[in-house]
T-cell receptor, first 111, second 114 residues
Framework: GENVEQHPSTLSVQEGDSAVIKCTYSDSASNYFPWYKQELGKGPQLIIDIRSNVGEKKDQRIAVTLNKTAKHFSLHITETQPEDSAVYFCAASITGNQFYFGTGTSLTVIP | DVKVTQSSRYLVKRTGEKVFLECVQDMDHENMFWYRQDPGLGLRLIYFSYDVKMKEKGDIPEGYSVSREKKERFSLILESASTNQTSMYLC?????????????FGPGTRLTVL
């Protein structure tokens, strides 16, 4: 089955700096790649997603890039703010219904 | 807004007890999922359901069962709870009728088995 690896497991950045989280996947048939943010005591919430027919997608300070050839995708957060501190998960999906998640990245934004 | 609710935020049970975790979604979604979340392991799929009375095993179904008698409700059952089932349990739902495949998650139930 699909295997998703996520790095780094923890990340600390100064407020205003950029943060990058990277994921790789194993199954070239995967065609949907969402990113979730999980704040303390809450369930994961979708923040951005990308499909395999697109190389990059941006939503304000958040962007995701996808390299199908290398089978990796990345989350980029610019101008980080303390409220960006959370655990971020990447996921890959083949059918669109069974997701395979990365192990999560705990992001801390230092004021 | 999609709302997924879970019956308990925190639950403490004893080894051998039968445990029911309930999940309800209010958006008429066809698909519902149960995951467990453990540090360093991410989210692992236990069971999922594409329709009422349908269920499919995920990656770690051992020790669990599920029930989906109504479209909006998906229950996870631990027939005889064990300490290694102490975890955060997350329910999610999604629909196949929209362009997006987004899964919407509930707030989670933190289960402790003593």
């Amino acid at each position: 089955g699909e295997n998703v690896e996520q790095h780094p497991s923890t990340l600390s950045v100064q407020e205003g700096d950029s943060a990058v989280i990277k994921c790789t996947y194993s199954d070239s048939a995967s065609n949907y790649f969402p990113w979730y943010k999980q704040e303390l005591g809450k369930g994961p919430q979708l923040i951005i997603d990308i499909r395999s027919n697109v190389g990059e997608k941006k939503d304000q300070r958040i962007a995701v890039t996808l390299n199908k050839t290398a089978k990796h995708f990345s989350l980029h957060i610019t101008e980080t703010q303390p409220e960006d501190s959370a655990v971020y998960f990447c996921a890959a999906s083949i059918t669109g219904n069974q997701f395979y998640f990365g192990t999560g990245t705990s992001l801390t934004v230092i004021p | 807004d999609v709302k997924v609710t879970q019956s308990s935020r925190y639950l403490v049970k004893r080894t051998g007890e039968k445990v029911f975790l309930e999940c309800v979604q209010d958006m008429d979604h066809e698909n519902m999922f149960w995951y467990r979340q453990d540090p360093g392991l991410g989210l692992r799929l236990i069971y999922f359901s594409y329709d009422v009375k349908m269920k499919e095993k995920g990656d770690i179904p051992e020790g669990y069962s599920v029930s989906r008698e109504k479209k909006e409700r998906f229950s996870l059952i631990l027939e005889s709870a064990s300490t290694n089932q102490t975890s955060m349990y997350l329910c999610a739902s999604s629909t196949r009728t929209q362009k997006t495949d987004t899964q919407y998650f509930g707030p989670g139930t933190r289960l402790t088995v003593l």
